[in-house]
């Protein structure tokens, strides 16, 4: 008898074990912000899950004004390609490309006060594109309309088929002349709100909340996946951002601009010359990073450890490098004639903080080290930080100082 209810209490324990696996699972994640890079990354990662797990419904949780094109194309194409039901609860706002978003999943459902609509195409600036950009994002529009299908209905009597969302309600969201007849006039962008969205078919039914559609889709007691962006996640969608490019094109441009004035305006080789490699080698670092396609969906991130690997291993040889052969370099007549290194390593007498120059107009010496347009001039036997006014002077010329500004001399050649 024991023995028997020992087998009964693991079989009930293996059938609440089973109930729990196999119950329901819907995967949620939001786009509340402006369509971008984080948009896809999200995006693939919740297909991704969603298709890991075999979950019932893809559920996006929207509240955007639009954003980027390319963007809101890579994740209308992921939402059509899964065959995982998808579904957008639209959360008071899916403009411009949130509206392209929403039209791709098999079901929309909207808050009351909600819109959807809006696509024109415009620039950064806010000022309409050209109209090729117009004509793409239109049939845009009405494929994505139009791959939801047909279905049968009753119209004044007459039973037809009919697109499930009329694609000509989707092209007058981005083109005026669009007509439909009993919405709107060729004189408007097409916009609905809710009540509109569920009268012309384009919402399945209006919600209160998340659970509310979760009601509606028969998922009320199925288990939530949110699918959240990571810290790297968040790091590759800066990387991935137009303004992130324009950024590293100015810090690349910044250091090599420091580099040039450490080699031809500040004798010595200091903080300038410094700065600008540090610069140019991080803003080569990174664009390489933006030039490089990720799998965004990639849990484990194979490719980014790779390429940060060998960054790190092309670093560490550039090091060795260095350390081995640098010295060579450092001693070597092209390096003297470039960085001027004979202003930092000269054996000379050099003024002190105390030295009246003020008596030095008029004087004349010769130019110790090349001044491009700094460097030194030896004036009986001391040698003193020069400049010009803005000419370049070979070293070993006969120069007279003609005034002082910040204990510099200013020269000119005799």
């Keep these: 008898m024991k023995q028997f209810l020992v087998q009964l209490a693991l079989c009930l324990a293996s059938l609440g074990s089973f109930a729990q696996i196999s119950q329901d699972q819907v995967v949620v994640f939001d786009l509340k912000e402006e369509i971008g890079p984080s948009s896809s990354i999200i995006t693939l990662k919740a297909i991704a899950r969603a298709e890991e797990i075999d979950a019932k419904f893809i559920v996006v949780h929207m509240n955007t004004f ?20 998808t579904c957008v609860f639209i ?50 529009m009405r ?14 009597g ?44 384009y919402c399945e039914n209006i919600a209160d909340s998340l659970s509310q559609v979760l009601e509606f889709l028969g998922m009320s007691s199925a288990i939530i996946v949110k699918v959240t962006p990571t810290a790297l996640d968040t790091f590759l969608s800066f990387l991935d951002d137009p303004v992130t490019k324009y950024i590293l094109f100015i810090i690349i441009m910044l250091g090599i601009v420091l580099i040039g004035l450490e080699i031809f305006v500040i004798p010595g080789f200091g903080v300038a010359g410094i700065s600008g490699i540090v610069l140019l080698v991080l803003g080569i670092l990174l664009s390489i990073l933006t030039s490089i396609h990720f799998d965004l969906a990639d849990g484990d991130n194979t490719k980014l450890k790779m390429v940060l690997t060998i960054m790190v291993f092309g670093i560490l040889a550039f090091g060795v490098l260095a350390y081995l052969f640098g010295g060579k370099i450092l001693r070597s007549r092209l390096f003297r004639l ?7 390593s000269a054996k000379v007498d050099v003024q002190l903080e105390d030295t009246n120059i003020d008596s030095l107009v008029g004087q004349t010496g ?49």
């Design 338 to 344: 470039v960085v001027n290194e004979d202003t930092i």
């Design 91 to 140: 959360d008071n706002n899916a403009a411009s490309a949130g509206s392209l978003i929403s039209l791709a999943c098999d079901s929309i459902y909207m808050r009351k006060g909600s819109t959807i609509g809006a696509t024109t195409v415009v620039n950064l600036d806010g000022t309409r594109a050209l109209d090729k950009h117009q004509s793409y994002m239109r049939r845009q």
């Design 158 to 201: 007459d039973t037809q088929v009919v697109y499930r969302r009329n694609p000509d309600i989707a092209e007058g969201m981005v083109d005026e002349r669009i007509v439909v007849e009993g919405l709107d006039d060729s004189t408007k962008i097409i916009t609905l709100t809710a009540i509109d969205a569920l009268e012309w078919g």
């Design 143 to 156: 494929s994505t309309a139009e791959s939801h299908g047909k279905i049968t209905k009753i119209i004044n």
């Design 366 to 414: 010769q130019t110790s080290t090349a001044l491009r347009p700094m460097g030194r001039v030896n004036i009986n036997g001391t040698t003193f930080e020069s400049k010009t006014n803005g000419e370049f002077i070979d070293r070993g010329t006969k120069v007279e100082v003609i005034s002082i500004e910040n204990r510099y001399l200013v020269v000119k050649t005799i």
């Design 66 to 85: 639009g954003g980027l094109v390319d963007n809101a194309d890579e994740v209308r194409s992921a939402l059509l390609a899964t065959p995982i039901p």
